[in-house]
């Protein structure tokens, strides 16, 4: 059996971190759902691929967000064994399903990992470093960078989660993270994938070195 150190577990004394995967975005600009497109570095889909990874890193619960109806998501959220949150106001912006996310939270929930799907070239040992940055006094907000350029994911802990209910839809989560800059911590990780969104056709081919 593994150690809770093995298994990518919070360490002893920490309050367990959610993971929250984003995925009511309509993918327009892609043309197809990013959720099933093919991760070639895994051979599996991005969100097949995520979920995993949250799970290697000890998140628990791992949250799906998607629109309410998306049958096809919802089975394919079970399938990888997380659990699918239907966001009835997903056109109102990304905010809106983190908020969705949080709900689903119990109170022993130390803080939430944020993870768009169309960033996914995130790796557990990544997840597992914010975890770690979130965990010393004052942090109330970790986020991925690489080489200096901030990215994805980003953990917001419990401290701040009032905040982001009352923040301006139509700036979202940057405003909460952007507010007091002595409680966010910039975790410089060597992985670049931390700073790629993959929004279109050539944003993929630029990742995977091939074409859809």
Do not use: W
Not at 145 to 164: I, M, N, Q
């Amino acid at each position: 059996m593994k150690s809770r150190k093995e298994a990518g577990a919070p360490p002893s004394g920490s309050g367990m971190v959610g993971g929250v995967i984003l995925a009511a975005g309509e993918s327009s600009r892609m043309g197809r759902r990013k959720a099933f497109l093919r991760h070639d570095g895994t051979g599996t889909t991005f969100l097949a691929h995520l979920v995993r990874e949250a799970a290697a890193a000890g998140l628990s619960p791992i949250l799906v967000v998607g629109r309410p109806g998306d049958v096809d998501l919802e089975r394919a959220v079970v399938e990888v064994g997380a659990t699918y949150v239907p966001n009835p106001r997903a056109d109102a912006g990304q905010l809106f399903s983190i908020l969705a996310g949080l709900d689903q939270l119990t109170p022993a929930a130390s803080g939430v990992v944020v993870m768009p799907v169309d960033v996914p070239l995130v790796s557990a040992r990544v997840l597992q470093r914010l975890v770690r940055a979130a965990q010393d006094q004052g942090v109330g907000i970790a986020r991925a960078t690489h080489a200096g350029k901030h990215g994805h994911p980003v953990l917001f802990t419990r401290s701040v989660f009032d905040e982001l209910r009352c923040a301006d839809p139509a700036v979202g989560a940057r405003a909460v993270v952007g507010a007091d800059l002595r409680r966010l911590r910039d975790v410089e990780v060597d992985e670049p994938g931390v700073t790629v969104d993959i929004d279109t056709p050539d944003d993929y081919f630029r990742a995977f070195g091939r074409r859809l």
